[in-house]
């Protein structure tokens, strides 16, 4: 049985109190109910050449389209639901460096090029249509207007963005319209993000953000921009981070942490709770580069119901990974 979010919110709630119903203790939740295991791995573009350094990777479920962000060769990849190569795109007059991608059920696509530090609006065949300004709050009354330096984004199944302001560390969630709606608090303790790199919504509505050099690394909060929980330690342990690079929801609101300078994922629950770690090097001999290792992850997705797609920059390429339903375990007797 998968529990619902609802459930890990009130975990994660009680848990703060350090005690479940009648003075009993919180249960320890499930491991993750799927094994995680490499499937296959993308190379390159039809007839643009090899990726030289993926950085983004966003599949779109209606139409089971995989993008990539190949930011190295300025290039943003489609590939069919086999993973053939389809279509690429970008030019230096309208692409220098994507970094992320997101497509919606039109056909629309809409990439962050990094290094202009804003977010582009492509036709499906790759023609800019416009580059999209989203205007920071106003602190002040008759304060001059600026616009967000994006450092990341998302969106909603409502078509709410998520944006990362790169410049001022803090997070920012705009209408489908791009109208201002609030802000992602920052930690209370601290009263800013150290260097926030990614965002991400689950499928009900829980936000996490990705913080490289704070800690706690992750935050998640409620729609309503509750604090649900905040983890991950600088530390050695599986749980404990080094570089967090990229976050992402599954089906089930699991939340995987994409580690690029330990070259792994992480698995959690919404409340915080290790459930899983994959990844990494086998031996000294492969480097990162055999199959299921990770070379520098920088970006993850989770097909719903599907695959796990992992960016990897160095590593030159898009591996899958697939989940598995594990098997019931045997009654004991």
């Known amino acids: 049985m998968v529990v619902s979010a609802s459930h890990w919110v009130a975990l994660a709630t009680l848990a703060l109190q350090g005690q479940g119903g009648a003075g009993k203790p919180v249960a320890a939740p499930p491991s993750y109910p799927f094994l995680v295991e490499p499937q296959d791995a993308l190379w390159g573009h039809l007839s643009e050449g090899n990726f030289r350094e993926p ?11 995989l993008f990539v962000a190949d930011s190295k060769n300025g290039l943003v990849g489609i590939f069919d639901a086999e993973y053939t190569p389809v279509f690429a795109f970008g030019s230096a007059a309208t692409l220098i460096e994507p970094k992320a991608v997101f497509a919606d059920r039109e056909g629309t696509i809409f990439v962050l090029d990094s290094s202009r530090a804003d977010i582009r609006e492509f036709s499906y065949r790759g023609e800019l249509k416009a580059v999209l300004p989203f205007a920071r709050p106003q602190e002040k009354q008759g304060e001059p207007a600026s616009s967000v330096v994006v450092g990341a984004f998302t969106r909603d199944s409502e078509g709410r963005w998520y944006v990362i302001d790169r410049e001022l560390a803090r997070a920012f969630v705009y209408s489908k319209e791009r109208q201002f709606l609030r802000e992602i608090p920052a930690p209370q303790e601290k009263g800013a993000y150290d260097s926030p790199v990614d965002i991400a919504v689950s499928p009900s509505g829980l936000v996490a953000i990705a913080d490289q050099r704070g800690n706690p690394a992750i935050h998640v909060f409620t729609s309503e921009n509750l604090l649900v929980s905040a983890f991950g330690g600088r530390d050695i342990g599986l749980s404990d981070f080094t570089s967090p690079a990229a976050v992402a929801f599954d089906e089930h609101d699991y939340l995987f942490a994409v580690d690029m300078l330990r070259h792994d994922v992480k698995v959690f629950t919404p409340a915080g709770k290790f459930l899983l770690h994959f990844g990494g090097w086998f031996a000294p001999e492969t480097r990162g580069r055999a199959p299921g ?4 992850p920088t970006d993850i997705q989770i097909a719903p119901d599907g695959p796990v797609f992992i960016a990897e920059r160095f590593g030159q390429r898009v591996q899958v990974f697939e989940r598995k339903p594990k098997p019931a375990a045997s009654p004991k007797q």
């Open 293 to 296: 290792e990770l070379l520098y």
């Open 55 to 65: 950085v983004g990777v966003f599949f779109e479920p209606a139409s089971r389209e």
